[in-house]
């Protein structure tokens, strides 16, 4: 990706694809180093106009802009405040979340919210207003968000607070950055003692059993996830493996890791190769690979010690993993419904099982409370994420029957993973959408802030 910034060059058009490498298209992209330069690209963009872009791992097309500008977030990366005795910390929107856990973690705070990867940055996090683990105690990453300095449309840069820009603030969270650009944020840390992880494991032997555990103990961890294996069938269908958990205390260390409790060193091995051969990720390796993984789980274990970056970040110490599925890439679908749609839910994973669906990357988890944000993803319920190769067959036709069956449900797809939804489909699952409509129009009469996902979806 080019580096340099010059909204009125005539820099080259590259191709941008979400983490999926579906739908690429190309934009010409330009890295703000300072603020000034990110309200000039604003400015002065062009009729296609711009969207900002962060690390690149929505997996669809919600961060390219074909025809128009990317705006490379990456280069706005200070960390401005720390506030190390309430726990608050300033910084760009450029700036990762793993770099905030190495500056942060030594002095004992930790990120409200982390997704299954790290390397997102913050203004990717409230663009997609990112759930974690802890969503059913903690909620998403907006829930924790102070302020926001937003670059809108129109060329201004507001401070947006919850209180006092309640509709600006909450449109923007989740709203794929489509209100604006953002600057800088001010977000609540939360306080550890150490930097590992106590966790509890289990096996589930079918989705029944999954869903009695999740909905009975739940309560008791303040994270808690599933893998699932999409590919067992018959009285195996959706048995997985649980694990749940707490940062540990101090007097959970043994005495070698207690010099240093809060170091950060996550591992990481050589990237992945860039492609593997064909059928490599097909149903039967996929199928042994689970059984593998099924097998290799304890039946129950309690306590465990594990670092934080192996609880949270697995697929982070294994660089580029996105291109194993090879030139065609591949689509991850992730949706939610709602509590007493247990049997949508059912009938979702036996569909999925039957279709044979090679998905090694499954899980299942239940959401708390609903988030304010008005394209915010969570509701409270259960919410299953699988990736697909892209080039399976009829996947198109057998996605567009899910997103059915999900909006039947009163359930949604995560927009943050979507490149395929249809424009229809989107306005029976978020009811806020001409709410947020008018909101972008007020702010951004020109439309300068848009998106392949945009344009795709009519938002
Ligand atoms: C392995 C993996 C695991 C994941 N696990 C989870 C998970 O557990 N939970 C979850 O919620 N998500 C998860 N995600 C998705 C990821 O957290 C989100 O897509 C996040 O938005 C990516 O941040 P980014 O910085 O890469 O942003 P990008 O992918 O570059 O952009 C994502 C969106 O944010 C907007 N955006 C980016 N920067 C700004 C800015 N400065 N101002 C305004 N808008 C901006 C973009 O316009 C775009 O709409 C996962 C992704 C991967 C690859």
């Not at 749609?341 to 299942?364: D, H, K, Q, T």
């Not at 915010?376 to 036709?397: E, K, N, R, Y």
């Not at 007020?442 to 802030?449: E, L, M, S, W």
Request: aromatic letters at 8%; a neutral charge.
């Amino acid at each position: 990706m080019p580096v340099p910034f010059a909204a009125d060059s005539a820099a080259e058009a590259v191709s941008v694809t979400g983490w999926g490498r579906t739908a690429p298209s190309s934009a010409q992209v330009l890295r703000p180093g300072s603020y000034e330069e990110a309200v000039r690209a604003v400015r002065e963009c062009g009729g296609r106009g711009t969207i900002a872009r962060g690390l690149g791992r929505a997996y669809g097309d919600a961060a390219q802009n074909a025809g128009g500008a990317v705006l490379d977030m990456t280069g706005l990366d200070r960390i401005h405040e720390i506030d190390a005795v309430n726990g608050l910390v300033v910084c760009d929107a450029g700036v990762s979340l793993h770099r905030l856990m190495q500056v942060l973690l030594p002095l004992g705070w930790f990120v409200p919210v982390s997704p299954g990867t790290r390397y997102v940055t913050v203004g990717g996090a409230i663009g997609a207003d990112i759930h974690g683990k802890n969503h059913h105690v903690s909620g998403s990453f907006c829930r924790h968000v102070r302020a926001i300095e937003l670059l809108t449309g129109d060329g201004e840069t507001r401070l947006v607070t919850p209180e006092d820009e309640p509709d600006l603030f909450w449109a923007t969270a989740g709203g794929m950055g489509l209100t604006g650009i953002v600057l800088a944020a001010t977000v609540e840390l939360m306080p550890v003692e150490t930097s590992m992880m106590t966790v509890d494991t289990e096996r589930a032997t079918d989705l029944d059993d999954l869903m009695a555990r999740l909905t009975a103990e739940d309560h008791r961890y303040r994270y808690s996830v599933a893998w699932i294996d999409l590919l067992a069938r018959g009285a195996k269908t959706g048995r997985a493996v649980l694990t749940r958990g707490d940062h540990a205390p101090l007097d959970a260390l043994p005495p070698r890791l207690r010099d240093e409790p809060l170091a950060f060193r996550p591992g990481r091995l050589p990237a992945a190769p860039r492609f593997l051969p064909d059928g490599l990720l097909g149903r039967r390796s996929v199928g042994l690979f689970n059984e593998f993984w099924y097998r290799k789980a304890p039946r129950e274990q309690r306590g465990r010690l594990q670092r934080l970056s192996s609880f949270f970040h697995p697929l982070d110490g294994l660089p580029e993993w996105n291109r194993i599925y090879g030139r065609g890439g591949f689509v991850q679908y992730q949706f939610v419904v709602g509590h007493g749609e247990e049997e949508a839910l059912r009938r979702i994973v036996r569909r999925i099982g039957s279709r044979r669906c090679p998905s090694f990357l499954a899980v299942l988890k239940r959401f708390g409370d609903a988030d304010p944000g008005w394209l915010s993803f969570p509701v409270p319920g259960w919410t299953l994420a699988l990736d697909i190769p892209a080039a399976m067959p009829g996947l198109a036709a057998f996605l567009d029957e899910l997103d059915d069956e999900v909006a039947a449900a009163g359930g949604r797809v995560y927009l943050a993973k979507d490149a395929r939804l249809r424009p229809d489909v989107l306005a029976r699952m978020y009811p806020r959408l001409d709410a947020f409509r008018d909101l972008r129009t007020r702010y951004d009469p020109r439309g300068a802030i848009t998106s392949d996902l945009a344009r795709r979806l009519g938002v």
